[in-house]
């Protein structure tokens, strides 16, 4: 199924989706403990519209890469807040290791396999949770949660996965792409330089996330590649989008493909047109294989205009730099909510 978000088709569920963003503190939210194997106690929260007294279907998020606690904030009611009271679901939240009130390393020094044991390890226990109908649970992922959600719903019985801002493709190939979206749209474009950067940075990202070699071991053993590290984005917040090498490492050794192959539920990939970091291609793969194996069980949505983090941009430059980004979030919240009706009402 090929749906393309467009704000004249929305425009009748505008004034819904606005009085959902104003009731944003309409959930009531519980915050309770799960245990991991290696019994380490992390933060978790259940949220519900309020007013609901029976079980719902749920969504359960697994987040971005970048570390912080996703516990509830009432003066900033995020776009999965929005997105259950749009669908009228429960949505299951867990902060990761060391994140808010989770015991455990901090987030800077947990990697990608023990994140997604933890993420198993807390489905399997808040999906008893009494305000959830553990039979209608929805993964949602989001940017490179986006790779942990099929991972999360492999061997589980749920009932939907919904994913944007990652694709299928190895990381080593969503890395390639990152680097040559950094030099085509930053600012000081320098299109003779181009080719020969590509060169070095796929050599470098070879070294790191195959051979499992540190910038500074690359920088002394190949010197004509010293400097790449710095020139990449999200290195500035060391050790890398702040996570440990391990993370990355292991993230290159995943088969997220395979796992897509492996989820029966149906699925809903979203991209937004001028997605900063993956590729189209990259979400475009997920579909493809699952609708040739599962005809007609995955639905794909485009949003026009949209960056990595689903705000509108007048030209992909504009979304590269972050600027003048407006929010839409009927553009997302509309279809996506629809769909989760679709699904959980069958």
Not at 80 to 103: F, H, M, P, T, Y
Not at 172 to 180: K, N, P, Q, T
């Amino acid at each position: 199924m090929l749906l393309r978000a467009t704000t004249a088709a929305l425009a009748c569920g505008l004034a819904a989706t606005n009085a959902v963003a104003q009731e944003a503190g309409a959930l009531q939210h519980e915050e309770i403990t799960v245990t991991t194997s290696e019994g380490l106690e992390l933060s978790a929260f259940v949220s519900r519209p309020t007013g609901e007294t029976s079980a719902l279907p749920a969504i359960y998020f697994t987040q971005w890469v970048v570390c912080g606690s996703i516990a509830p904030n009432p003066e900033r009611p995020s776009m999965q807040e929005l997105l259950a009271l749009a669908a009228n679901v429960a949505l299951i939240r867990v902060d990761r290791s060391g994140s808010g009130k989770s015991e455990g390393a901090g987030c800077d020094k947990l990697d990608y396999d023990t994140e997604v044991r933890h993420y198993r390890e807390a489905f399997d226990q808040l999906i008893e949770h009494p305000w959830v109908d553990r039979n209608k649970v929805v993964v949602v992922g989001s940017s490179l949660g986006s790779t942990t959600a099929p991972l999360v719903a492999v061997d589980r019985d749920v009932a939907g996965v919904v994913i944007q801002g990652a694709g299928a493709l190895t990381y080593y190939e969503r890395m390639v792409h990152f680097d040559r979206l950094q030099l085509e749209r930053q600012t000081d474009f320098s299109p003779l330089q181009v080719n020969r950067e590509m060169r070095r940075r796929m050599e470098f990202q070879d070294l790191y996330l195959h051979r499992k070699m540190t910038p500074s071991q690359i920088a002394e053993q190949y010197p004509h590649l010293e400097g790449v590290w710095e020139s990449l984005r999200g290195t500035s917040n060391a050790p890398h989008y702040g996570r440990p090498f391990a993370w990355h490492w292991q993230a290159a050794e995943q088969d997220w493909l395979g796992a897509w192959s492996l989820v029966e539920a149906p699925i809903m990939v979203v991209f937004g047109e001028y997605e900063q970091f993956e590729s189209r291609h990259g979400h475009r793969v997920i579909v493809d294989t699952v609708n040739r194996l599962r005809p007609g069980s995955a639905t794909w949505l485009e949003i026009p205009k949209a960056g990595h983090s689903l705000r509108i941009y007048p030209d992909q430059y504009a979304a590269f730099d972050r600027r003048d980004g407006k929010r839409q979030p009927e553009l997302y919240l509309e279809p996506v909510a629809a769909w989760l009706r679709s699904i959980l009402t069958r």
